[in-house]
């Protein structure tokens, strides 16, 4: 079984590396392939490439924390920097951040800045900057209240002006995974940050900042353009026309705005997670080899590739391949038709009539249900697929009218399960518990002290209880203009990192 994990493992990280390894694949909308593309700049000679040019709404407020529109928070890792970044192995890279401390019971941190990096208007960063900005990264209106939850306090330190201590409620060994929080002087639509860009005063530009505390890194323009733009349509249309040089988007969104033109896709890996939950209140679902016999029929690999289009990488944890978290857990349970035969007939499943609620207003998830319905069939299930509005599909999640569902959710870098699978988790919408499971899921993984052990305890549970049926991690998609820019490096959070290495072409 080892060996069939060890090749299962090798086979989903190098997808992962394909599916989310910023490859710079070719996209069109207009042409059939890159070599159709090709041709055609042969017979004219290529124009001459526009300047380095980002989208941006200039009604909309540019604050890291408090922002909502995509194509501003796209802009704030020019402007903005944070104590850590996540990198694309899940791993936590400090960037403000100097040193730190935990304590034995993981729930006191101590940072320890960096010194001598000012903001762009020449104010200094200090403990208590970083703390302001802590404490509204965690407030109401926030993009990151959810994720700072289990912080009570963010103190700076009255003996050292570049220390400060982050107290938590709940015990977490790896913290820093939450802090890729871009620091931003004060809350106006505008504030300064630390980082390698400014924003010129007819804000129709970045320009590089002189004074940068990084200015051994050399960026490979010194002045972005802004395209401004009002509304999405606007947007889509000024890629096209190749007014703009790069633009974020989640192919596989509800609302995708479809892209045209010749583009190249540069994908990064994402902790959106999609997967089948239970009722295991009632019905069959209250058996765990009944759980079982569904995550034996699902063919998760055909669905990233066909339904998501290797916009996504299959996964057999509820943890990215691409983590080292992934390699602490063993799985046993993967698509098997011919071990699903014996245990349906085992179990006698065969006919058993199944609801199974979908929100039928994101295509991709529709489809990959549709799928799923077929695969169940073809073992023997009878499923009735109720594909329902969100507010219909929330409700019926609410009220327990389901046997089985598809759901989505964006983990945080942690992998923390908690919300997802203990007993009052806002996500355990089947009620599953067992024995012993909540006090595994108190914490994220990282706050073990033995973090094989307590791996291989968890999975173990997982893969022995079956609560859900991991299917996928979505990527994020960074499209270029066709043949412009290459080595990008895009994560999730960051689609500029490492872009000293960028080729301007």
Known sequence: MKRLFTALLSAALLLSLAACGGTGSSGSANSGSAAASSASLEETPPAEPLPFTLAWYPEFSLHPTLAANRANLT??????????????????????????TVSEDKLVWTFTLRAGITFSDGTPLTAQEAADALNLARSAGSRYQERLSDVTAVTPSEANPYQFTITLRRANGALPLRLDIPIALGREDRPAGTGPYVLAEDERALTARNGWWQSEKSMPVSTILLRAVTKSDELIYAFDAGEISLVDVDLMATNAMGYGGNYQTWDYCTTDFLYLGFNTRSGIFRSADARRAVWLAVDRDTIATTIYTNHAISTLLPVHPASELYQLGESPLTYDPESLALLMEELRLTDSELVFVVNSENVAKSSAAQLIVYQLNAAGFQVDLRQLSFEDYTAALKQGNFDLYMAETVFTADFDLGPLLSSGGA???????TEGSDQLFQSPLGAAEDKAACGAELFDLLHTQAPIVPILFKNGSVLTQWGQLSDLLPVRGNVFYAMEHWVLK
């Open 427 to 433: 996500l355990n919408y089947g009620g599953w518990w």
């Open 75 to 100: 802009l704030a890792p020019l402007l903005y920097e944070s104590l850590f970044t996540v990198d694309a192995a899940f791993q936590a890279q400090p960037v403000l951040c100097q040193s730190y």
